[in-house]
Each structure stands twice: as C-alpha cells, then as structure tokens.
C-alpha cells in the first residue's frame, strides 16, 4: 500500500493506483479519478458510482457488471456508454473500490 | 508496509486490448457445456476484447429459440456428480439433476441461457450460427434467437476469425 496526495489530500492507494481506503473517497476525488482515465463524470455516471459505493458497503465486495444492471438499475449497453471498453474495472477505480472478483 | 511517495499510479487500462480478439466456438448443447463459452464471452467483452460467439452442431439448442430456455444436463457418464452410475440412468434422475443445476446458477446470480445471450449481445458480442448445422437440421434464422447476426459457413467462420484467438467448447 501506498500513500499518495491527490485533490491536496493524502490517500492510500494499491500498487495499481486503486484506493485501498473506503472512507477516503469522496466526489471531489471521484472526479480526479475519472480524468485520469479520460472520462469527464456526469449524472449518469454518479448514480452509478453512488449504487456501487452502497453496495459495496452492505455487501463487503465490489458489484459485478451485472449487478449493477441488475441492481442497480443502469443498463449494459448504457455502462459501455457511460465507462467504455472495461466498465467493470473502470468503475471500481473511479468509485474508490476495489476490483470486483466474481466472474459475471 | 506504508511506503510515502507523491503521486498515486494511474492504472493502464490499455482501452486497444492491443486489438485481442476472441472466437468462442460452442459445439454442445447441455447446460453444463453452455455456460463455459457465455462466461468466457462475457468475460473477455468486459475486458474490452471483440469477441464472437459460433454456434455448431449441438450447440445450436443454445440458440433455437424452442430449446434454449430449456437446455438439459445429463448426469449419465458424467464422474464429476460423485454418485453412483448406475443410479444416474434412472427414470426422472435428468430432470432431477438439471433442476439442481439451475438452482445452482441462479443461486450465485448467472443469468439464464436467455438472458446471458442478450447480456453478451448488449456488452457488444456476436452471435453466429452455423451453415451446415441449419441445413442438418432443417432450421432457418426465424428459428433462432433474435440476435443471432447470420448463419454462416465454416469457410466464413475461418475468415472471421483470422487473429484471434479460438476457444472451441
């Protein structure tokens, strides 16, 4: 693990850039997480960010795509819209969370 | 260890996939034979690689549309259920065991054959049926699921697949 400063504040990040503290996210840093990856965050992409951020506190690990359709209400093709090519893993990072693990 | 640096790494999510590509060939038609290659599928299209679906021979009950909500698994031969064989042919023993599959899937949240196709499809996967295997069984494309692109020949199947990488289940 690492400790890395980002928005002015310090956060524990993976080896990956991925942070490793749930509490340190918030929206301010969502937003600098998403444009390092070239994806300009909207409405869209918040409701999905904030379904995955609940979940992932009730259920203790990271949606998979389709529990985020199922679930949380947002269809696929709008997920390869919204985070394109690699929805999964491009999610998790901008929602402070790790990668999800289950195969579908 | 915690270890202090300044900058927090940025993840390569190398978005070309280095322009992968992914041909799934599905040949049997039994629950357990379908779910390998949707998985896969599904699998290699979150990751951002092209992927194709060719379905053949037997594989073609994952796409008719008469069958493919109703694939069946068979316990007979099959060592993996860790029962007895000769309790395996017996009458019902089928159906008994492809209900048990299915409340296995359903109970970790995989989609039916169905619903996993239109899954594959919405994450932008091809779905191709074969030529000779329409013309064995007498089957057209108003037979098969809505989103099959196209019955195609081995010929095409080969053309199709040039690059990529092919996986036959």
């Known amino acids: 693990m690492t400790l890395a400063t980002m928005n002015g504040q310090d956060v524990h990040v993976d080896d990956e ?24 965050l909207t409405d869209a992409h918040m409701n999905v960010l904030e379904f995955l951020r609940a979940d992932y506190k009730e259920q203790g690990e990271t949606a998979t795509l389709r529990r985020v359709t199922t679930m949380g209400g947002t269809p696929t093709k709008e997920l390869f819209r919204l985070f394109p090519k690699k929805p999964a893993k491009k999610m998790a990072y901008i929602a402070g969370l790790p990668k999800p693990v289950g195969c579908v | 260890m ?49 992927t194709h679906m060719f379905f053949t021979f037997w594989g073609f009950d994952i796409i008719n549309r008469k069958t493919m909500g109703h694939l069946q698994f068979s316990p007979v031969g099959n060592p993996a259920t860790h029962m007895p064989t ?25 989609p039916e054959v169905p619903e996993f ?12 049926a074969c030529r000779m295997s329409a013309d ?17 020949s081995a010929s095409d199947f080969i053309e199709l697949s040039e690059g990529a990488q092919t996986i036959f289940v």
């Open chain 1, 17 to 40: 850039g991925f942070l490793t503290e749930y509490d340190e996210w918030d929206h301010e840093l969502a937003k600098t997480l998403a444009a390092n990856i070239g994806i300009e």
């Open chain 2, 2 to 50: 915690t270890t202090a640096t300044s900058a927090a790494p940025i993840p390569s999510f190398d978005d070309d996939a280095g322009g992968r590509k992914l041909c799934i060939i599905c040949s049997k038609g039994s629950l357990d034979m379908a779910y390998p290659g949707l998985v896969l599928a599904n699998a290699a299209l979150g990751e951002g690689v092209e």
């Open chain 2, 86 to 110: 000769a309790l395996m042919g017996l009458p019902g023993m089928q159906s008994f065991a492809t209900h048990m599959m299915r409340k296995q899937i359903e109970g970790i949240d995989v």
């Open chain 2, 117 to 128: 196709l239109e899954l594959i499809t919405d994450a932008g996967g091809h779905l191709w």
């Open chain 2, 136 to 152: 064995m069984m007498h089957l057209t494309k108003d037979d098969l699921y809505e989103r099959v692109e196209d019955i195609i």
